[in-house]
């Protein structure tokens, strides 16, 4: 990956004419069957610009309480889009349809217009769980009964489709928009990806320059996303195997429980005993060597990706045993 990129072609990307950064924008097009894709530095800003681009101020948004677009974007649908949020409760992030149903608000002077839904898919928070695909054709109805603009953020997506076996295209194909991320398990070191109508992506550039995301000679980048796109997708599931490893050595200790049917792809979600705190937990791991973050008030959270061997997590079962054996 690092020689990718050490030998990239580039050019300008805000001019529109950084060879790579148009091949990986192909690329990535192609792999969807989509009509246009956008590389943009971050999944936060690939959100962000999708919701922009998307919407209205004033409009009202339906996503779950615990989605990255509300617990890690800083705000931004509020900030950015002026879009009003309805945090709806799920079960392992699954906005189902009756649920969307039943929280359109009727056409009224004095109220909000629900107009736009977005699902997360695997869904950070709720464990790397994958979204039911029969579900999501489901909302899709809805969306097209009543004209809601349908989102997905994504950036997980290959995880899904890896656990799955559903194509990318398939898994995505309901969406209006769908934002990708060429980071975490894909290994590159930054950049993200919009997906969409070539309409949509000429509005999503415009707001990626309006939110700083014009970037120069990006091709050293985009070289990255690339290679990890052409080698690293199929290793995923390698990921999921090891987390699989980490979750069932975790359960073996008093101190944690892991719900193991949430463990889906390469996320691991433990639960900590009311005896000991989040805090105390983490401080003991670090003492040893292991890494992992708090979670929420009694949860912690471990990820496996292409630097995490099934040595390593073996490795730090055994020392975190001899802590809490």
């Not at 980490?246 to 008093?254: I, Y």
Request: net charge negative; proline share 4%.
């Amino acid at each position: 990956m690092r020689h990718a990129m050490a030998t990239a072609e580039v050019g300008d990307d805000v001019f529109g004419d950084d060879p790579t950064v148009i091949e990986l924008e192909r690329y990535v097009a192609d792999l969807f069957e989509r009509e246009a894709s956008l590389f943009v530095p971050s999944g936060t800003m690939a959100n962000q610009i999708s919701l922009r681009a998307n919407s209205q101020p004033g409009w009202e948004l339906l996503c779950d309480r615990q989605c990255h677009i509300v617990n890690y974007e800083a705000a931004g649908p509020v900030v950015h889009s002026g879009l009003l949020i309805n945090l709806l409760t799920t079960e392992r992030g699954m906005i189902t349809a009756d649920m969307v149903r039943q929280n359109i608000r009727p056409v009224n002077l004095h109220t909000p217009e629900t107009r736009m839904v977005t699902l997360e898919n695997t869904h950070n928070r709720h464990g790397g769980t994958i979204l039911p695909q029969e579900e999501v054709l489901k909302v899709r109805e809805v969306c097209d009964e009543f004209g809601l603009v349908f989102h997905l953020d994504g950036a997980r997506i290959w995880n899904a489709h890896v656990a799955t076996g559903l194509s990318l295209p398939e898994l995505t194909r309901p969406f209006d928009s769908v934002s990708v991320c060429l980071s975490k398990g894909l290994g590159a070191p930054i950049g993200s990806m919009v997906l969409g109508s070539g309409e949509f992506i000429d509005r999503c550039r415009r707001q990626r320059k309006l939110f700083g995301g014009g970037m120069r000679q990006v091709g050293i980048i985009a070289a990255a996303g690339l290679y990890a796109l052409k080698n690293n997708i199929n290793r995923l599931a390698e990921d999921h195997a090891n987390a699989q490893v980490l979750a069932d050595g975790l359960n073996q200790f008093p101190v944690f429980d892991v719900d193991l049917s949430r463990v889906q792809t390469n996320i691991v979600i433990a639960n900590i005993v009311p005896e000991e705190s989040v805090e105390s937990v983490l401080e003991k791991l670090k003492e040893v060597g292991v890494r992992a973050v708090p979670f929420g008030p009694k949860k912690i959270r471990m990820v496996t990706h292409l630097d995490v061997t099934r040595a390593d997590c073996e490795e730090a079962l055994g020392r975190i045993g001899g802590l809490f054996d």
